[in-house]
């Protein structure tokens, strides 16, 4: 991002304020007097004086906004380092909710298969010690598919609204930003536009006004408002 570069302690004299320098009886230069130049007129005088004004008032102008938009980019990084936090603890939450998935699969394919066997337990009507066996084996698997089930249950009510709630929070804060990064971009953009212009005038200011001397009673003429 572009600064607005800080103007000399010289330059910063020269817009504010007029130099008195040794000059011939009854004139004085705007700054420090350049060598040989015709005398300002008194209608390029009132040019320079109200350029100057006006530089003068510009500069403190661009510089504010400078440090505020400076201010408002530490800010942007600020959040920007917490939204990665942030992004990193949701990635989590995705991958518990992947394994989740993966867990929630397999027990459904292990019912399935439980299932299938009653199924054909039942339909075979068998009698005597082995078939008991049978029926004590399914009958454990079965309690121990219901403990799975209810595990994975509570899981998946922990996991859901948490996961949820986290995701859309953080889509909301993530699109603030980038709106926030948006209009800051924008008013970057159009401030360095504001302090190339700055620069520009300033230059011709230099070179029209600058140095140049003038009569003091075309002076004292303008600031009474002739």
Do not use: H
Not at 72 to 94: F, G, H, P, Y
Not at 182 to 190: E, G, H, I, L, V
Not at 193 to 204: K, P, T
């Amino acid at each position: 991002m572009n600064r607005l570069p800080l103007m000399c302690a010289a330059l910063a004299f020269a817009l504010l304020a007029s130099t008195v320098a040794a000059q011939a009886p009854g004139t004085k230069a705007m700054g420090t007097p350049k060598a040989g130049g015709k005398l300002l007129s008194r209608e390029e005088l009132r040019a320079c004086l109200a350029q100057q004004k006006e530089l003068g008032a510009r500069r403190p102008a661009l510089e504010s906004e400078r440090g505020r938009l400076d201010r408002e980019r530490a800010e942007l990084q600020q959040v920007d380092a917490a939204l990665k936090s942030e992004r990193e603890s949701i990635e989590k939450l995705a991958q518990s909710a992947a394994e989740f998935g993966k867990r929630s699969k397999a027990l459904s394919a292990q019912t399935a298969d439980f299932n299938e066997r009653v199924a054909r337990f039942e339909t075979a009507n068998l009698s005597g010690p082995t078939a008991e066996r049978q029926r004590r084996s399914l009958d454990r698997e079965r309690i121990e598919l219901d403990k799975s089930a209810q595990a994975l249950e509570a899981e998946r009510a922990a996991l859901g609204p948490a996961a949820e709630q986290k995701a859309k929070a953080f889509d909301a804060r993530l699109a603030a930003r980038d709106q926030a990064a948006s209009d800051w971009n924008a008013r970057n953009a159009q401030l360095t536009r504001s302090a190339q212009n700055f620069e520009v005038d300033l230059e011709n200011w230099k070179i029209d006004c600058e140095g140049r001397s003038y009569r003091e009673d075309d002076e004292k003429a303008i600031l009474s408002g002739q």
